[in-house]
Structure formats: structure tokens, C-alpha cells
């Protein structure tokens, strides 16, 4: 499902890709998948949070963003650390579910921006997943990147397998967890799609839409690589969530983050 449907409009991509789903429902019930949503800060002088999702596939496990840098947690906000509040980190979150860093399997990004990648290397084991026009946008600055290489340090140093998207990816190859190819924020930009037997279906927006006004508005972030490229993802997105009559969480929207349990409750 990689890169099936990308030279059709998006829309028309988003539909197709909601049958694909279907029909893979129907020939086979979903596995066991759990969802968590975790702390991963505040942002403080903007009203908005910045949650990151632990999924159970089975007996596997990943984890979606990884929030503000780590070496913030406890740390009083101020304009040097951007005005970001970080009260536990991604490890003693695991931790609380009696999880180790180790037993992350995959961490899947939903693009390169400082406030996602934070804490990816303290899961120096696992397998990354991201946007490969993104991972390339890293890869051809360094070592002087803007984009913080040091926190995908693991990967850049070739210690952990990493794994670049292009297009759509069915992460577990059943439909139930799938990266959706939402360009424009950033080039390789993605959101995700869970599927959950009880809960249905939910949609991670990444930066796609960042609060609930701007996605209301249909407004281009600051920020943003390509405005065309984001306006055609919105209406992908939106007619995905329509077909699959998804649960939308925008990552930064308090008011969406409370859709789903409170921690260390998750959904099924």
C-alpha cells in the first residue's frame, strides 16, 4: 500500500484507500490494537499540548511523535527552551504500563519538526519510519542542519535501522495502523490512521492541522513548505476521516488530545 495510489488526486486517493481498508476488514477481523496518547509537554504561552501515541500491534510496539527534547522535563519554561512545559518523559511514561525503552519496536514520525523527534534516540533499538523527502532534507544539510540531527543520532549514525516512506505505508501489512502521506507542513510530511475494534477508527494529524480554529479555517501554518501541497492533503484528510468516520485527534488540541482515555488508560 506504499505508494499505490499516488498519482490520483488526493480525494479520489483518500476514497480509494478508505475501500482498500474496507475490504481488508472483511477478509480478515482486526487484530488486538491498543492506543495510548502520552504527555510529550505544553506549550505554554499558546493554550496547546503536545501529545505522542504508544500503539499495541499484537505483541508489538511503537510509538507515534516523540515530543520535546528530554533533557527539558522538570525544567521551568522560558524563552531560551521556547516557552514548552515538559513534566515526564516518553521512558518513565512506558515505564508506568511496565514497558522499557527496549521493547519499542518501531518509531514512526509524523515529520522532522523539533517539538516530534525530542526523544526518538532514547529508543536507540528501534526501526524508523519518516517521510523520506524529509529524511533527505536532513541527510543533504548535515552536519549543520537546523533540523536537530543529533536527536535521530541513532539513525543518522547508521546504529538502528531506519526505514523512509514514500507515500502511504500499512505499517503492519492488515490495515489496522497506517502512515498517510499528507505533504505540504513539510515535504514528507504524514499523518496516521489506527484502526481499533471498539473505539474505530482514529486519525493523528501530526502538523497537518495544529489547533482546532486553524483546521476549522482551513489556514496554511507559518512555517509551511508548500501551501498547494497542504491545501490538497487537507482535502485528503478530511474526505479520509469522512469514509472511515474517524475519531480526529489534532496533536496540539487539548479539546481533541481528551477525546481519548486519560493515561495510563488506553483505547481499544
Known amino acids: 500500500m506504499s505508494n499505490m495510489f499516488a498519482t490520483v488526486p488526493g480525494q479520489l486517493r483518500a476514497l480509494l484507500l478508505a475501500a482498500t481498508l474496507a475490504f481488508a476488514t472483511a477478509a480478515a477481523p482486526l487484530p488486538r490494537v491498543e492506543l495510548w496518547r502520552l504527555d510529550c509537554g505544553t506549550f505554554v504561552t499558546k493554550g496547546l499540548v503536545n501529545s505522542c501515541y504508544l500503539i499495541r500491534h499484537g505483541d508489538r510496539l511503537m510509538l507515534w511523535d516523540t515530543g520535546f527534547g528530554g533533557e527539558l522535563v522538570g525544567q521551568p519554561p522560558a524563552a531560551e527552551t521556547r516557552s514548552v512545559l515538559v513534566r515526564k518523559s516518553l521512558v518513565s511514561q512506558l515505564a508506568e504500563l511496565g514497558l522499557k525503552p527496549e ?15 525530542g526523544q526518538a534516540a532514547s529508543f536507540p533499538k528501534a526501526r524508523l ?21 543529533f536527536r535521530l543520532a541513532p539513525w543518522i549514525n547508521g546504529a538502528a535501522p531506519k526505514d523512509p516512506v514514500t507515500g502511504d505505508r500499512d505499517i503492519f501489512g492488515d490495515g489496522s495502523v497506517v502512515m498517510i502521506a499528507t505533504p505540504g507542513h513539510t515535504a514528507g510530511h504524514h499523518a496516521l490512521l489506527v484502526r481499533l475494534r471498539h473505539t474505530g477508527a482514529v486519525l493523528l494529524t501530526g502538523d497537518l492541522y495544529y489547533s482546532a480554529a486553524q483546521a476549522a479555517q ?15 492533503s487537507f482535502r485528503r484528510f478530511d474526505a479520509l476521516a469522512t469514509a472511515q468516520k474517524a475519531v480526529v485527534i489534532i496533536q496540539h488540541e487539548p479539546g481533541d488530545v481528551a477525546k481519548l482515555p486519560l493515561f495510563p488508560k488506553g483505547a481499544e
Open 103 to 117: 521493547q519499542v519496536e518501531i518509531v514512526a514520525l509524523s515529520h522532522l519538526h523539533w517539538d516530534h523527534i
Open 129 to 149: 519510519l519518516i517521510g523520506r523527502e524529509d529524511w533527505e532534507a536532513l541527510t543533504a544539510t548535515l552536519p549543520d542542519s537546523h533540523l536537530e540531527p
Open 218 to 232: 482551513k489556514l496554511i501554518p507559518k512555517g509551511n513548505a508548500d501551501a498547494g501541497e497542504t491545501m490538497a
